[in-house]
C-alpha cells in the first residue's frame, strides 16, 4: 500500500513503476509488476493498473553512447515539453528537435517527471554557469549540464 498524492496504490512493494505511454496528455500510467510475472520478492497483493494525472513541464533524459578513439562516453541532453537543451561550446542552445545527438544516432529517451519549472526558465537560470566559450570535455560538458538541469527542473 502506497500513498501518491491523493491516490492510495494497492500493489506488490515498490513495483509499481511508471510506464510511459500516450494515453493523453498529462496521463501516466502504473501497471502492478508483479501481476506480469515480475518477481521483487514482497507478497504478492491483487493486481492493479491506474492512472495519476500530472501536471507541469514533461521532462526527459536523452543519451547517446559514442566511441572516442577507442574509449566510450556519453552525450546527454534534456527534453522538456519536447524541446531539447544542450550545452557545447557555444552555450546552451535550445532546439524544436533533436539535434545534438547526431542525424543518424537514435537516443535513448528516459522519461524523468514533470516539472512546475518551464525549459525557458531552466534555459535562462543556467546561462550565467554555462556561458559560450566555457566548455571542457572533462570537467564542465554536456553531461555537467544536464545533470544541473535535471535538478533544477526536477530537485533530484
Not at 500513498?3 to 501497471?31: D, H, K, N, W, Y
Amino acid at each position: 500500500l502506497a500513498q501518491v498524492g491523493a491516490l492510495t496504490l494497492r500493489g506488490c512493494c515498490i513495483a509499481l513503476l511508471p510506464l510511459r505511454c500516450s494515453l493523453e496528455a498529462g496521463t501516466m500510467l502504473f501497471l502492478d509488476w508483479c501481476s506480469l510475472g515480475v518477481t521483487c520478492g514482497m507478497p504478492r497483493a491483487p493486481s492493479a493498473s491506474l492512472t495519476l494525472q500530472a501536471t507541469g513541464f514533461e521532462v526527459e533524459l536523452c543519451v547517446t553512447c559514442r566511441g572516442m578513439g577507442g574509449a566510450v562516453g556519453y552525450h546527454t541532453s534534456v527534453l522538456v515539453n519536447g524541446v531539447e537543451y544542450y550545452f557545447s561550446a557555444g552555450g546552451i542552445t535550445a532546439s524544436d528537435r533533436l539535434v545534438s545527438h547526431g542525424r543518424h544516432s537514435k537516443p535513448d529517451r528516459i522519461f524523468f517527471g514533470f516539472s512546475q519549472h518551464s525549459g525557458a526558465e531552466m534555459h535562462q537560470f543556467l546561462l550565467q554557469y554555462f556561458q559560450p566559450g566555457t566548455y571542457d570535455i572533462l570537467r564542465k560538458n554536456c553531461n555537467s549540464f544536464t545533470d544541473c538541469a535535471l535538478y533544477y527542473l526536477l530537485g533530484h
